[in-house]
């Protein structure tokens, strides 16, 4: 982010050489000229030489070593850009802290100042410098005589942390760490630290230096302590180090990630010149029907920003630095980052890069006159203008299954075109049996707003308490016919996310209607088994009796009305794909299963995730109710085996004779109690 108003950003290339200059021809006087003490002579390069050169007064205590970092190649479009390929490879700074008797610091981009006036270059980097002398520090000839700290003064402020917030993270917070890894133990008596914006004051507030001794830079003022302890920067190249992230990630927790989207876009406004994205309103409106909520991160606190960041599966967004928060995201997040042509800048692929399990993928605006190979990017607050329709193709190979759109993409005659039908006669649900399974919401959601549900409202307010004391804040949904399960666990308080998967084409019609006012709630008209592919399920007359598998004369028999009356031709996903493809994050996710004998495949499909998923819902069967299912002791033992115990057992019906047929199982894992 520049400091100029965003009508004259285009001037920011010229602007930055004008400031460069300024400051070598006002320097090249002012270095003989001046009077003032304050005011370097000479620079060192590295801050071993000042240490070297100054040896009595200055020190350096290394926190880490260097170390070579390589990265793979991200992908996007234009696909293999050369700006990536030429950062594959780089080498993360060692981190040390420069201990200076009589130390100084100057100015707000806090340049550090030797006794022996000079300016160490390392600890007081500025952008787009070819040498020290451009430093902003010339452009003042005559600074004030410095101000006395005594004791030991911490510098955490740098170049632009006074105003803004991806280097108030990045660069000033993180020094905190490496003051503790190169001198561990030693409490300074102040902090110089930015305190002008509101998130200046809380991320202070939350790292609990409120009730420090704290010293703000500002234009103009300089300070000499008598100990000054200055770490090195932990970001000067924007490619964050991953001790940076991890530091970050642990020292400033989530506190509510319950009722907050997995799937976020974030929006910089609509002001011209700001890095906006020109075509934002509609590619928030495709966003919208794929399950995605648009937010203002700079409208949000930022202990909920870091709650947003730390809920969300799926990020999109314009290059910005509310993207910072990423370091605050657990594994697997995927973001889509959206840049314009004439500037790029590798900070949140390197953050993204630095949390295990994690996806990436970039979008550069076309343009008839992209830059060349090697070009410096200069065009910082340039708008970025791409194709809603580019970033809907980005979005699904992010999801890393173009095949399966989310949802479905619509035709120009109707519902997505993901089933074929067979045989004669209603599809899958009479209207008699439509409007019966929802007169069974309706009462059901009455006597539970009462509490007078003796049955599955019960069942349903145990299990959202379960949830809620597992931190649990994701379902998978899967065998969800119109949506009942979800609707009623909605009622019941859980207000997380929903990946509800139902392949019956009349069946998902009404649940996509009924998703679609919950914008955490996501609909997939697939079925799920163990492999990808193709299968056909048959079609019962209640609609949410049809299987996979054929039917006995036990079900037919104590269900009457539940035979089969058609079949249809359904795609079949499986879980692990699942939560490949939707950022699914199984120690945070109750699986639901509810397929009508299909219960064992939908778990071989899962694989090892099986033992991962912090709970498991299962219908188990006393009786075979469809040809060749597992039974309620199979499908326990297997449970148990995974490391899960039966934390909830519901009835399920009966025949005629009162034999229970089938019951619901909420198994969790032991490893959590």
């Excluded at 696909?79 to 100015?107: A, C, K, M, Q």
């Excluded at 020292?251 to 799937?263: S, V």
């Excluded at 996501?522 to 019962?540: D, Y």
């Excluded at 075979?624 to 039966?646: P, V």
């Amino acid at each position: 982010m520049t400091r100029l108003p965003p009508a004259v950003q285009p001037l920011w290339p010229l602007a930055k050489k004008a400031h460069r200059f300024g400051a070598r021809a006002v320097g090249a006087v002012s270095r003989r000229t001046s009077p003032s003490p304050v005011l370097p002579r000479t620079a060192t390069v590295s801050s071993r030489e000042s240490a070297s050169l100054e040896a009595e007064s200055v020190r350096h205590h290394v926190a880490r070593e260097a170390a070579k970092v390589t990265r793979e190649m991200p992908r996007g479009w234009p696909d293999d850009h050369w700006y990536f390929r030429s950062i594959l490879e780089h080498e993360v700074p060692e981190t040390f802290v420069l201990d200076i008797d009589r130390g100084t610091v100057v100015g707000p981009h806090v340049a550090v100042v030797t006794p022996g006036g000079r300016l160490d270059a390392e600890t007081s980097h500025y952008f787009g410098l070819h040498d020290w002398r451009e430093h902003p520090i010339f452009l003042n000839p005559a600074p004030r005589a410095s101000e006395e700290v005594d004791g030991t003064l911490l510098a955490l402020a740098a170049r632009a942390t006074v105003g803004n917030y991806y280097h108030f993270l990045m660069d000033a917070l993180p020094r905190l760490g490496i003051l503790d890894e190169a001198l561990p133990g030693v409490r300074p008596d102040a902090y110089l630290v930015d305190t002008t914006t509101r998130y200046h004051r809380e991320l202070i507030g939350l790292l609990g230096l409120d009730s420090a001794r704290l010293v703000s830079p500002a234009r103009g003022r300089s300070m000499r302590a008598q100990r000054l302890l200055v770490p090195s920067l932990p970001n000067s190249s924007t490619l964050a180090a991953p001790a940076t992230t991890a530091w970050l990630n642990h020292n400033l927790p989530p506190r509510d990630t319950r009722d907050k989207p997995a799937l976020l876009y974030i929006t910089r406004g609509h002001t011209k010149n700001t890095r906006r994205v020109v075509r934002e309103d509609e590619i928030v409106r495709r966003l919208t029907k794929r399950g995605f909520v648009s937010i203002d991160p700079g409208a949000l606190s930022v202990q909920e920003q870091i709650d947003h960041f730390a809920a969300a599966r799926v990020i999109v967004a314009p290059h910005g630095a509310a993207l910072t928060n990423l370091n605050f995201c657990r594994p697997g997040v995927r973001l889509l980052e959206m840049f314009a042509p004439g500037y790029l800048n590798p900070g949140y692929w390197s953050i993204v890069g630095n949390i295990e399990g994690s996806h990436y993928r970039y979008l550069v605006a076309p343009t008839a006159r992209p830059p060349r190979p090697g070009a410096n990017l200069l065009g910082v607050m340039h708008d970025i203008d791409i194709d809603p329709s580019t970033v809907d193709d980005a979005l699904d190979d992010l999801l890393a299954d173009a095949s399966l759109r989310w949802p479905p993409r619509r035709t120009s005659e109707g519902p997505p075109m993901t089933t074929q039908q067979s045989g004669a006669g209603p599809t899958d649900q009479t209207l008699a049996n439509r409007l019966r399974e929802r007169a069974k919401l309706a009462v059901r959601g009455v006597l539970q707003r009462a509490d007078l549900d003796l049955s599955r409202g019960t069942y349903t307010n145990r299990l959202v308490r379960t949830l809620e004391s597992r931190a649990i804040d994701s379902v998978l949904d899967i065998g969800a016919n119109v949506g009942q399960y979800a609707t009623l666990t909605r009622r019941s308080g859980f207000t997380g996310r929903i990946i509800s998967c139902e392949p019956l084409s009349g069946a998902f019609g009404e649940l996509r209607d009924r998703a679609a006012r919950d914008a955490q709630w996501l609909p997939l008209n697939t079925a799920v088994g163990r492999e990808p592919g193709t299968t056909t399920i048959n079609v019962s007359a209640n609609s949410f009796s049809s299987s996979v598998l054929d039917m006995t004369d036990a079900h037919r028999d104590s269900a009457p009305g539940s035979g089969y009356i058609s079949s249809e031709t359904v795609p079949v996903t499986t879980v692990r794909a699942l939560c490949s493809q939707h950022a699914v994050d199984p120690s945070r996710t109750l699986l639901k299963i509810d397929t009508q004998g299909y219960e064992e495949e939908v778990l071989a499909g899962a694989g090892d995730l099986v033992g991962e998923f912090a709970a498991i819902q299962l219908e188990m069967s006393f009786v075979e109710l469809y040809t060749g299912q597992q039974l309620f002791d199979d499908l326990y033992a297997r449970m148990r085996d995974h490391g899960y115990r039966l934390q909830i057992l519901e009835s399920g019906f009966s025949d005629a004779a009162g034999r229970m047929m089938q019951c619901d199982g909420l198994f969790v894992r032991t490893i959590d109690d």
